[in-house]
């Protein structure tokens, strides 16, 4: 497993953009897929958006499918999400992880994450 350090969470307003990254070592792009996930205060740790290196195959959860776009850059070994129109039910902290083997993510090993304040 390699550390991946999450970015790009900050305050913003109800309604705009941010974009996070995940980055990783040189291994990361010669993982099996990415994701990311969030965790809002007082409830469990959620799947948000899933990207496939192999054929770049993404899927997202229900509730930020047609807002959020998650991509990937093998080049520089990092995933992005890119949020649009958000609200206040994502506020969250945005933690990423790494399907190293094909096997499933990593859910025992995660980072510091990055939190994302959305103010309305």
């Known amino acids: 497993q390699v550390p991946l350090v999450e970015s790009g969470g900050r305050l913003v307003q109800a309604g705009g953009s941010l974009r996070l990254s995940c980055a990783g070592s040189e291994r990361t792009a010669s993982s099996h897929q990415m994701a990311w996930f969030r965790q809002a205060p007082g409830k469990a740790r959620e799947y948000v958006a899933g990207?496939?290196?192999?054929?770049?195959?993404?899927s997202y959860a229900d509730f930020v499918r047609g807002r959020f776009t998650i991509s990937g850059d093998g080049a520089k070994n990092t995933v992005y999400l890119q949020m649009n129109s958000l609200n206040s039910e994502d506020t969250a902290v945005y933690l990423c992880n790494a399907d190293w083997d094909g096997l499933g993510y990593a859910l025992d090993n995660w980072g510091q994450g990055t939190l994302v304040t959305v103010s309305v």
């Open positions: 990207i496939r290196w192999s054929d770049g195959r993404t």
